[in-house]
């Protein structure tokens, strides 16, 4: 029996790294960075403008990668963002970020909108963004 679950868990080896996500904007937008801080307010519809005073569009991911973000943006689990946004949209105060289904359409979005910012896997960057901040 020892040696069956062995050889399953040696055939099905569990994914133990997590994806290093970076918050990325189209490549004109001529901030340097942003703090946590600051991409956790736009994300989280505090201010709809960058530190520069240009209009921010933030873009979600429908993805698993979602949850990762928020859980290393705000240390909170995706359910909370859920309610948070829930209660904000209730109120009317403000929408939530346009979300896309993946790295892919998130990468199109920002090199077409100078405004954009939106998270991906930093595998997938390329020289048509730019990035803002690591999330470690």
Same mark, same amino acid.
Request: no cysteine; aromatic share 8%.
């Given at each position: 029996?020892?040696?069956?679950?062995?050889?399953?868990?040696?055939?099905?080896?569990?994914?133990?790294?997590? +994806? /290093?996500?970076?918050?990325?904007?189209?490549?004109?937008?001529?901030?340097?960075?942003? *703090?946590?801080?600051?991409? &956790?307010?736009?994300?989280?519809?505090?201010?709809?403008?960058? =530190?520069?005073?240009?209009?921010?569009?933030?873009?979600? &991911?429908?993805?698993?990668?979602?949850?990762?973000?928020?859980?290393?943006?705000?240390?909170?689990?995706?359910? &909370?963002?859920?309610?948070?946004?829930?209660?904000?949209?209730?109120?009317?105060?403000?929408? =939530?970020?346009?979300?896309?289904?993946?790295?892919? +359409?998130?990468?199109? !979005?920002?090199? /077409?909108? /100078?405004?954009?910012?939106?998270?991906?896997?930093? *595998?997938?960057?390329?020289? !048509?963004?730019?990035?803002?901040?690591?999330?470690?």
């Amino acid at each position: 029996m020892k040696k069956l679950l062995l050889s399953l868990v040696l055939a099905f080896p569990i994914p133990s790294a997590q +994806a /290093e996500l970076v918050v990325i904007t189209h490549i004109s937008n001529n901030l340097n960075n942003l *703090t946590a801080k600051q991409v &956790q307010d736009i994300f989280m519809g505090r201010t709809r403008l960058f =530190p520069n005073g240009k209009f921010a569009l933030p873009i979600d &991911q429908s993805s698993p990668l979602r949850a990762e973000f928020y859980q290393k943006l705000t240390a909170r689990p995706v359910e &909370q963002i859920n309610a948070y946004w829930a209660r904000i949209m209730f109120t009317g105060q403000a929408s =939530p970020p346009q979300q896309l289904p993946d790295d892919k +359409a998130v990468l199109q !979005t920002v090199r /077409e909108n /100078e405004g954009a910012i939106g998270y991906i896997d930093k *595998t997938h960057v390329d020289n !048509t963004v730019h990035i803002l901040l690591p999330l470690h």
